[in-house]
């Protein structure tokens, strides 16, 4: 029988942005573990918890959602899901929820590997079902849990009294953690690493609207990738770096009239949702094959951090993406399509994200509506495989596509 | 001289095929009751060339549609179910412009503008409730062909309320139901409601524009275009031609493409 050959790709240009970016998120793991070697205290971070918190304070969080993700990605989904879910967890939870809490009971993961936690940071500044993940992690590991609670905001502003609010349980984060780690708060630290968020921030909302150039001088689905080092090491000066690489690589691109995405660009859409991993290649291809680019998601906007000081970074914290009412939420939308010439919104109906997809039938239906594009969804999940048909998503997308074609033709 | 194109659409439990003369005329029809992964889809070829008289050479362009569309190598170009249902729906009914169509597996409604052009639409979950397969699935509980669904329900003076959207769980409520003898064209009826509630929901959501058609397997089954109708609130356009549809949308984006490939050839 013949051996299956593996394609080899070649070695990525380490000066290149895409191989700073993967060393940044791959160290970030090795760090953790390596902490954890030395007896230093690791935690486990909520992706909208502030991560300045746990730079400032030079500590090593490792973050359930990307680790899920990237189990999900290389095939470990349903397996893990399995084993929450025989410890008696709905399979209506999340299903990060569900490969984190199983991964928290011993179960195996070489997918992703983290090192376990010794106290858990949770802001349900993302969703609620936060909360009871986190908690139920904390008693099952019997671990403290820190807590912040940011209030859905059912205005375009953040109000003075949610500051306060807010702040007040950032710094009682603070102290909590100075207690539990023996790390002590400091201002100057934190100043930097909020000057570098900022840098990282702005590099990054620049890389993302040279999308408005067409065609995109990249594919997409590049920022899912790249998002994850947005999401857990934006304060760190190599992820800086590294984002000032990806805009300058961007620009350059734009200027040879080439592009990351491989193929003619003749259709430009807006992808709502959190990617489809265990579906990645399935979903990605399903695009390219048809000429789609999707040139912009709500992550190009979301993981911009620019604040000047730490009651704006406490404002900031709470206009995150879902956390957020449906008319503002709609806008930054609207304006991500049209920013972007997109000429249709595909959007993932996560079976896991009760918040998210729920909001999405009335949300794109406005955007649709008020950008005159067709809005196209499809079932899915953004970690448990048995909830994704491929037959089902390609007829969408292909129906998505004859109605844009017919668009351009009329 | 007269351009001949097929379309063929081969959905999970038929197969359906068109001949049309001249984008206008329909030259041949023909339905099996066999669908993706048999040997349905080349039966419909071989049948409708032999209804016709014409031979493979004659045909200028052929266009496959639906589940089983990509499997099929017989045709020049493929197109989804959507735009095939969407065509063919404005060549029966020309001031149609919103159009249901539930086939075996789906249920799909699609909005389309004057010309016809499909402008959007939304098609069921992963699900089967409200898609022809709820409807065999009932139907073989009570011991009836789907084609006497319709007969049933025309007898019922009442319909009984079939509360599960799930289809497994229906078929739970309609055993019990059963066992405590329930008036069978009254069972029938609700299970017609059901599936008419379930894509009324679906249509809904698209914004009803008059006039409606039905189109697909489930079209045919006039107990479903009744409460649907009712569901809607507005008059259900419906042709015998409904279940092929699809294969008649495809026949005539294969008339499209053959002249304007002429065109483009001089």
Same mark, same amino acid.
């Given at each position: 029988?013949?051996?299956?050959?593996?394609?080899?790709?070649?070695?990525?240009?380490?000066?290149?942005?895409?191989?700073?970016?993967?060393?940044?998120?791959?160290?970030?793991?090795?760090?953790?573990?390596?902490?954890?070697?030395?007896?230093?205290?690791?935690?486990?971070?909520?992706?909208?918890?502030?991560?300045?918190?746990?730079?400032?304070?030079?500590?090593?969080?490792?973050?359930?959602?990307?680790?899920?993700?990237?189990?999900?990605?290389?095939?470990?989904?349903?397996?893990?899901?399995?084993?929450?879910?025989?410890?008696?967890?709905s399979n209506d939870?999340?299903?990060?929820?569900?490969?984190?809490?199983?991964?928290?009971?011993?179960?195996?993961?070489?997918?992703?590997?983290?090192?376990?936690?010794?106290?858990?940071?949770?802001?349900?500044?993302?969703?609620?079902?936060?909360?009871?993940?986190?908690?139920?992690?904390?008693?099952?590991?019997?671990?403290?849990?820190?807590?912040?609670?940011?209030?859905?905001?059912?205005?375009?502003?953040?109000?003075?009294?949610?500051?306060?609010?807010?702040?007040?349980?950032?710094?009682?984060?603070?102290?909590?953690?100075?207690?539990?780690?023996?790390?002590?708060?400091?201002?100057?630290?934190?100043?930097?690493?909020?000057?570098?968020?900022?840098?990282?921030?702005?590099?990054?909302?620049?890389?993302?609207?040279?999308?408005?150039?067409?065609?995109?001088?990249?594919?997409?689905?590049?920022?899912?990738?790249?998002?994850?080092?947005?999401?857990?090491?934006?304060? &760190? $000066?190599?992820?800086?770096?590294?984002? %000032?690489?990806?805009?300058?690589?961007? *620009? @350059?691109?734009?200027?040879?009239? !080439? #592009?990351?995405?491989?193929?003619?660009?003749?259709?430009?859409?807006?992808?709502?949702?959190?990617?489809?991993?265990?579906?990645?290649?399935?979903?990605?291809?399903?695009?390219?094959?048809?000429?789609?680019?999707?040139?912009?998601?709500?992550?190009?906007?979301?993981?911009?951090?620019?604040?000047?000081?730490?009651?704006?970074?406490?404002?900031?914290?709470?206009?995150?993406?879902?956390?957020?009412?449906?008319?503002?939420?709609?806008?930054?939308?609207?304006?991500?399509?049209?920013?972007?010439?997109?000429?249709?919104?595909?959007?993932?109906?996560?079976r896991?994200? &009760? $918040?998210?997809?729920?909001?999405?039938? %009335?949300?794109?239906?406005?955007?649709? *509506? @008020?950008?005159?594009?067709?809005? !196209? #969804?499809?079932d899915?999940?953004?970690?448990?495989?048995r909830n994704?048909s491929?037959a089902q998503?390609?007829t969408?997308?292909?129906?998505?596509?004859?109605?844009?074609?017919?668009?351009?033709?009329? | 001289?007269?351009?001949?194109?097929?379309?063929?659409d081969i959905g999970s439990t038929t197969s359906k095929?068109?001949?049309?003369?001249?984008?206008?005329?329909?030259?041949?029809?023909?339905l099996i009751h066999a669908g993706t992964g048999t040997k349905g889809?080349?039966?419909?070829?071989?049948?409708?060339?032999?209804?016709?008289?014409?031979?493979?050479?004659?045909?200028?362009?052929?266009?496959?549609?639906g589940y089983g569309?990509?499997?099929?190598?017989?045709?020049?170009?493929?197109?989804?179910e959507?735009?095939?249902h969407?065509?063919?729906?404005?060549?029966?009914?020309?001031?149609?412009?919103?159009?249901i169509d539930i086939g075996g597996q789906d249920a799909k409604v699609?909005?389309?503008?004057?010309?016809?052009?499909?402008?959007?639409?939304l098609m069921n979950d992963k699900c089967a409730a409200g898609t022809g397969r709820f409807l065999e699935v009932m139907a073989n509980i009570l011991q009836l062909d789907v084609s006497q669904l319709e007969e049933e329900a025309a007898r019922a003076e009442e319909a009984l309320k079939i509360s599960s959207t799930c289809t497994v769980f229906a078929e739970s409520e309609v055993i019990s139901q059963l066992a405590n003898g329930a008036d069978i064209p009254a069972l029938v009826k609700g299970i017609c409601r059901s599936v008419a509630s379930r894509v009324g929901a679906l249509a809904k959501r698209?914004?009803?524009?008059?006039?409606?058609?039905m189109s697909g397997g489930v079209a045919i089954n006039g107990g479903v275009r009744e409460a649907l109708a009712e569901e809607l609130?507005?008059?259900i356009?419906y042709?015998p031609?409904a279940q092929l549809t699809g294969?008649?949308?495809?026949?005539?984006?294969?008339?499209?493409?053959?002249?304007?490939?002429?065109?483009?050839?001089?």
């Open positions: 029988m013949a051996e299956e050959i593996k394609k080899q790709r070649p070695p990525l240009d380490p000066n290149s942005a895409k191989y700073k970016l993967n060393m940044i998120a791959k160290k970030a793991y090795d760090d953790a573990f390596a902490a954890k070697e030395r007896g230093e205290l690791v935690g486990w971070c909520s992706s909208n918890f502030p991560v300045e918190i746990p730079e400032t304070l030079g500590l090593y969080v490792c973050y359930p959602e990307n680790q899920a993700a990237g189990i999900a990605a290389r095939g470990g989904g349903e397996r893990m899901c399995s084993v929450a879910e025989g410890q008696g967890y939870i999340c299903a990060y929820a569900r490969i984190s809490l199983a991964y928290a009971s011993g179960a195996q993961a070489d997918e992703q590997p983290v090192p376990m936690p010794d106290y858990v940071l949770c802001c349900n500044n993302i969703c609620n079902c936060m909360i009871k993940w986190y908690e139920n992690l904390s008693r099952e590991l019997n671990i403290p849990m820190i807590m912040i609670d940011i209030p859905f905001n059912p205005d375009y502003e953040v109000s003075d009294s949610e500051v306060a609010y807010i702040k007040n349980q950032f710094l009682d984060a603070i102290r909590q953690l100075e207690e539990i780690t023996g790390k002590k708060w400091s201002w100057d630290r934190y100043r930097e690493v909020m000057e570098i968020s900022g840098r990282t921030s702005r590099a990054w909302l620049e890389a993302t609207a040279t999308a408005k150039y067409t065609p995109s001088p990249f594919n997409g689905f590049d920022l899912l990738n790249h998002m994850a080092v947005m999401v857990t090491a934006r304060g &760190k $000066l190599e992820a800086a770096e590294a984002m %000032e690489t990806l805009l300058k690589e961007y *620009k @350059e691109n734009h200027e040879k009239g !080439v #592009s990351t995405y491989r193929g003619e660009e003749k259709y430009r859409i807006m992808f709502e949702g959190i990617a489809c991993w265990p579906w990645l290649r399935v979903t990605a291809h399903g695009l390219r094959d048809r000429g789609i680019n999707m040139v912009t998601t709500i992550y190009a906007d979301a993981f911009g951090f620019i604040y000047k000081d730490f009651d704006d970074m406490c404002r900031t914290y709470a206009k995150v993406p879902n956390a957020i009412n449906l008319e503002y939420a709609r806008d930054k939308r609207i304006k991500l399509c049209k920013d972007n010439s997109v000429e249709g919104l595909l959007v993932h109906t996560n896991s994200c &009760k $918040l998210w997809s729920g909001f999405m039938y %009335e949300m794109s239906r406005q955007i649709g *509506k @008020e950008c005159d594009i067709p809005v !196209v #969804s499809f899915g999940d953004q970690a448990d495989p994704f491929e998503y390609d969408r997308v292909q129906g998505l596509t004859e109605i844009m074609q017919s668009n351009k033709e009329a | 001289m007269s351009c001949y194109t097929m379309g063929i095929g068109v001949i049309l003369k001249d984008g206008s005329e329909v030259v041949s029809t023909y889809p080349g039966t419909v070829r071989e049948e409708l060339l032999k209804s016709s008289g014409l031979t493979n050479e004659e045909i200028a362009y052929t266009v496959v549609t569309r990509k499997t099929y190598e017989e045709a020049d170009a493929q197109l989804s959507l735009s095939c969407a065509k063919g729906s404005h060549f029966l009914f020309p001031e149609v412009r919103t159009v699609m909005k389309l503008d004057e010309e016809g052009r499909m402008t959007g639409f698209t914004g009803i524009e008059e006039k409606v058609c609130g507005t008059e356009e042709s031609l294969a008649l949308g495809a026949a005539i984006h294969a008339y499209e493409r053959a002249t304007a490939k002429e065109r483009k050839d001089g």
